[in-house]
């Protein structure tokens, strides 16, 4: 599995930083929902899911984490520590999002509107289907 990552340009000037986000120009789907994750506690772990259908552009805004990306036969981990830095992450992808930095915070945003059937949080279940489709692809 190849980890996906986009540099976001920042427009820098004497006063900071800005990045600007437009979707499918810096980000490759039409964005439907944004929601961003802070006040993490330590060592907790968030995520543990994979989605049907959705697609999603992780950025640490502030702080850092790292993310695990699994494919069912590939595990990758990336850390998030710079808010120039987006990571896709396509559909029947298993996340699981940890070490987050006091003060982290984690945007997200989406292309789709919050679906709870769009979710896999069973591992099992997630390695059933993954490699259910690889075999449909192999017929
Ligand atoms: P959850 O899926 O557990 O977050 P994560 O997988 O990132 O650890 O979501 C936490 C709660 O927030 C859960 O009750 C569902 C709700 N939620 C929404 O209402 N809308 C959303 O877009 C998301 C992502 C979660």
């Not at 986000?21 to 968030?46: G, N």
């Not at 120039?84 to 984690?106: C, H, K, P, Q």
Request: charged content about 30%.
């Amino acid at each position: 599995m190849e980890i996906k990552t986009y540099r976001f340009p920042p427009h820098g000037d004497d006063r900071g930083q800005l990045v600007a986000l437009e979707a499918l120009e810096d980000i490759p789907f039409e964005i439907k929902r944004v929601y961003y994750i802070y006040d993490t506690l330590p060592d907790v772990v968030r995520g543990k899911h994979a989605h049907r259908c959705l697609e999603q552009i992780l950025i640490c805004v502030h702080g850092s984490c790292k993310v695990a990306l699994e494919d069912g036969q590939t595990r990758q981990e990336i850390c998030l520590d710079d808010p120039t830095l987006g990571l896709y992450i396509s559909n029947d992808t298993w996340r699981e999002m940890y070490d987050f930095s006091e003060g982290a915070v984690l945007l997200v945003l989406a292309s789709e509107h919050y679906d709870e059937a769009d979710y896999i949080r069973e591992y099992t279940k997630f390695l059933e289907m993954v490699q259910g489709k690889r075999e449909e692809r192999h017929l």
